[in-house]
């Protein structure tokens, strides 16, 4: 059975400068019939199947609603119409470092984040040391988050993360983080991961990284799914369309 | 209703590390680490309460029975709402930056939100124990029921945080909006003046303000002793209830909405 399965998947949301609109607002456009929100349509009709162990690179310029579909398969974000299937436990990498609270320790950070990824308290306790030490933060365990560099940052986000053994992996840009030496050891990382059979879909705005490791490629375009299928196949086809612009 | 209720401590069991987590980030935040944080949020319903005592004692507690513990019955019960509900309006839009990328249930950031009000509540209610010790009114077992509006106050708080914060998310003004509705709610929940000076009718419109309900039940056990009738008690559950109710349907429809508007 496929692990992840989508058929005719669109997702459209509201958008609109919500940051302002406020009640009185709403009410006065209502009174005027104008519309505040607009409804968007960020991804169109995609369809698309993987197996087990399968790797999918999803490739687009940006807005082409790469980051919509891998919230649509997390789970954070539902599809507006269409079918879709995802079998087994995900792990996502979704802007990493996005979430933190600055006024709590390295430490306490580390363990909340954990909660919200669903591990519970004794494994996080076992684990804990191993994920400070994969984040190279042991001298800072007991610093404030917000001291941290956006390096360690991520480091840490990306230790926590990928300290998981998941069905799925989600990753968003985010294979290798940090500086030289952390960026092979996290992307190696990963690449045990996906060795371990964990189906992980990819989105990278780097083809040769695409070309390198993706067992399938979707291209997307405004949302729509321009195509899908071998690796080689259409990252050439992509090649081509980049050049020809 | 039962299978609901199962399913939902079914939840909070597969969430019960999160839900502490987030309980003791609040509360870290909220103190900030320091010991006058946590005495800070004791004193100032002191202050306000000997501010009070002293500006209204003169104009209505001249000829009344323990009027300070009547004061602080209602600032107590108020204090207690805001300090809960504002909390719960933030609940959701504090935490926007985790909500748009893991798949969380939402209601958590309010939960624990609450928790830290309802420790601050705790200690304020023993504080208040005290002040009634001291001037003199006698303890009795009646006043175990004060269990009672203190429960059906939780519910009602956490419903009003739920529908707070979905309002929130959808409008940026609610915030200005309800301090303005928060300062009316104090004048009309009769906290530092007595209902009884009013037409019976007017009495009776009171009702419809559930703080009122619950202050004066509290006030009821405490000062004068008696246990309020059924029709008090069944407000208490009504107004907790459907708040809660409210909110849950707002939460329902929008689990996968709120994402757009943060």
Not at chain 1, 225 to 231: D, I, P, Y
Not at chain 2, 205 to 219: D, E, K
């Amino acid at each position: 059975m496929p692990k992840i399965e989508l058929h005719d998947v669109s997702v459209s949301y509201v958008v609109g400068d919500f940051s302002t609109v406020g009640l009185k607002d709403v009410v006065i456009a209502k009174l005027q019939g104008k519309h505040i929100a607009k409804e968007f349509v960020a991804v169109k009709n995609v369809s698309f199947e993987l197996e087990e162990g399968e790797l999918l690179g999803i490739i687009g310029a940006n807005g082409a609603g790469k980051s919509t579909l891998l919230k649509v398969i997390s789970g954070i974000m539902r599809p507006t119409t269409g079918q879709m299937a995802v079998r087994g436990n995900i792990a996502s990498l979704l802007e990493l470092g996005t979430g933190f609270d600055g006024d709590l320790t390295v430490k306490e950070n580390t363990f909340l984040r954990g909660a919200m990824l669903g591990y519970t308290r004794e494994f996080m306790n076992q684990t804990y040391k191993s994920i400070i030490q994969f984040a190279e933060l042991e001298e800072f365990e007991d610093r404030l988050f917000s001291h941290l560099s956006s390096g360690m940052k991520s480091r840490l986000a990306f230790s926590i993360a990928c300290l998981v053994k998941p069905d799925i992996l989600i990753l968003d840009e985010v294979l290798s983080v940090g500086d030289g030496a952390f960026r092979k050891k996290s992307e190696e990382k990963m690449l045990e991961i996906i060795r371990g059979g964990a189906t992980t879909l990819l989105v990278s705005h780097s083809l040769e990284q695409i070309r390198r490791m993706a067992t399938k490629v979707l291209w997307l375009d405004r949302g729509n799914q321009v195509a899908f299928g071998e690796t080689k196949e259409i990252c050439d086809r992509y090649q081509d369309f980049l050049n020809g612009k | 209703m039962i299978e609901s209720i199962k399913h939902f401590g079914l939840l909070l069991k597969k969430h019960q590390f999160l839900f502490e987590e987030l309980v003791k980030r609040d509360f870290k935040k909220k103190y900030k680490r320091t010991i006058l944080g946590m005495l800070w949020s004791l004193l100032s319903p002191m202050m306000q309460l000997l501010v009070m005592s002293i500006v209204f004692t003169n104009f209505f507690g001249r000829d009344k029975p323990h009027y300070t513990i009547y004061l602080f019955a209602g600032n107590l019960t108020y204090s207690f709402f805001r300090d809960s509900t504002y909390g719960g309006m933030n609940s959701l839009m504090a935490n926007a930056g985790i909500i748009t990328k893991i798949n969380l249930p939402k209601y958590m950031f309010l939960l624990s939100k609450n928790v830290a009000s309802l420790i601050n509540f705790g200690l304020t209610l023993i504080i208040f124990l005290v002040f009634v010790a001291v001037d003199g009114v006698a303890f009795h077992f009646r006043m175990l029921l004060l269990l009672y509006p203190i429960l059906w106050m939780i519910v009602f708080n956490i419903g009003c945080g739920f529908i707070l914060s979905a309002l929130f998310v959808l409008f940026k003004d609610v915030q200005y909006l309800y301090d303005i509705f928060t300062l009316m709610l104090m004048y009309l929940s009769a906290i530092f003046y007595y209902t009884a000076d009013y037409p019976e009718h007017v009495q009776k419109l009171f009702y419809l303000n559930p703080l009122y309900v619950y202050i004066t039940y509290i006030r009821a056990i405490v000062i004068d002793g008696y246990i309020p009738g059924l029709p008090t008690h069944f407000l208490c559950a009504f107004y907790a209830l459907a708040a809660l109710g409210v909110g849950a349907l707002i939460y329902k429809k929008y689990n996968y909405k709120f994402l757009y508007y943060m």
